[in-house]
């Protein structure tokens, strides 16, 4: 299913080209780790409940730790997706090879075209919307978008 934006994009002053690899993209989005650490998730729910987005639709399992969370994941996985016939995302940080691992659905990576399209969305919204976002925030932001997408 592919992502269809649901916000303004044209009083934005420079417009990204739409046709642009995801590395491109990726570029964008990592150039914003610059601002450093944030605490809070103010801008993540503003941004959210300015794009009419409600994330309280998703049901969520939020697994933290420094050990084992591959296998609690692998194991909340198998029963919810193999056993009950759930779809079940996996939001995770970081990524080995390429940053689509950071985003799945039923064991299966994001596109890039999908994260190319969110991308570009959340970093033109963003810029019209005068919500400054932190790599992460839009990481967050994209793994909502995405998942409600599906």
Not at 28 to 44: A, C, F, P
Not at 83 to 93: C, D, E, P, R
Not at 95 to 103: N, Q
Not at 108 to 125: F, G, M, P, R, W
């Amino acid at each position: 299913m592919e992502y269809h934006p649901k916000y303004p994009t044209h009083k934005l002053k420079t417009r990204p080209n739409r046709e642009r690899s995801i590395f491109q993209a990726i570029e964008d989005v990592q150039s914003l780790t610059t601002m450093g650490l944030k605490v809070g998730r103010e801008n993540i729910l503003k941004y959210l409940a300015r794009a009419g987005i409600d994330h309280n639709q998703l049901k969520v399992f939020h697994v933290t730790g420094t050990n084992e969370k591959g296998s609690v994941w692998n194991m909340t996985y198998q029963t919810l997706y193999k056993q009950f016939g759930y779809k079940v995302g996996l939001f995770t940080s970081p990524h080995v090879v390429d940053i689509s691992e950071r985003f799945q659905i039923d064991g299966k990576n994001i596109t890039h075209k999908q994260l190319n399209s969110i991308y570009l969305d959340v970093l033109e919204a963003s810029e019209l919307w005068k919500i400054p976002l932190s790599f992460f925030e839009i990481q967050v932001i994209t793994a909502v978008v995405y998942f409600l997408d599906q």
